[in-house]
């Protein structure tokens, strides 16, 4: 019996994940903090809260603010689309460890705190969607990740249990969310944030490429 006898399903989270996204992101967030807000943060800071709403972001970097966070929001909304398009790509392993799950009869689905829409460009673009019939943005469901509300919301929608489904992502929010589901969870190491940061929140499994993860499963 392998880990994967025990898993029905698997999702994932999007940016960092499935899909190479860092230099996009921080891209948009030097324009938009640094140039646009007049602050000095570092690319550390700049990528803290990825994984986290974009607008509690913004409201962090507002010094609380929300309405010039609602007005710098659409600022790095409007420069990430210029930048999006011509740089998204999947990491190289994704396209072919999603046929081998899928091969396994593993259900997937995808969970990020992106809006649905621009998630779903993502996905299409880097030639990925049509391997998730679930999709869960940031305007899906009530409540966002760290909390377990739009996990539970993807198995739900997968129609399995949050035990038997497997939750991936590259951050620490993402994690701690997945342990708040009830979900087994996998750290992917090769996202944004250090084995240190996700270290700390117990994931399940730890993998520094998602090939690795699979082998990790018995796949």
């Known amino acids: 019996m392998t880990p994967a006898d025990s898993l029905d399903a698997v999702l994932f989270d ?9 230099e996009i992101i921080l891209a948009s967030m030097r324009y938009t903090v640094n ?9 550390a800071e700049l990528m803290h809260g990825v994984g986290t709403p974009l607008i509690d972001q913004m409201v962090y970097f507002a ?5 010039v966070a609602d007005r710098i929001i659409q600022i790095y ?11 998204i790509r999947a990491f190289e392993d994704t396209a072919a460890c999603l046929q081998r799950l899928q091969n ?3 259900k997937m689905g995808v969970v990020t705190s992106k809006r649905h829409a621009m998630a779903a460009r993502g996905l299409e673009m880097s030639g990925i969607a049509d391997y998730f019939p679930v999709l869960i ?10 909390e377990p509300g739009p996990i539970l919301l993807g198995c739900e929608l997968l129609g399995t249990a949050p ?22 969870t996998a750290a992917a190491l090769w996202g944004m944030f250090s084995k240190e940061e996700l270290e700390a929140q117990s994931p399940t499994y730890q993998a520094e490429t998602l090939t690795d993860l699979l082998n990790q499963l018995g796949l």
Do not use: F, W
């Open 104 to 106: 396994a009869g593993l």
């Open 63 to 67: 010094d609380g603010d929300r309405e």
């Open 14 to 22: 999007a940016d960092g994940t499935l899909i190479d996204t860092y």
């Open 77 to 87: 909304r409007d420069h990430n689309d210029v930048v999006h398009d011509a740089n």
């Open 163 to 184: 035990e038997r489904t497997l939750y991936v992502g590259d951050s620490p929010y993402d994690i701690i969310a997945g342990n708040a589901a009830n979900s087994p």
């Open 137 to 146: 943005g940031h305007d899906d469901c009530d409540t966002h990740k760290p």
């Open 35 to 43: 140039e646009v807000l007049g602050k000095n943060c570092s690319d």
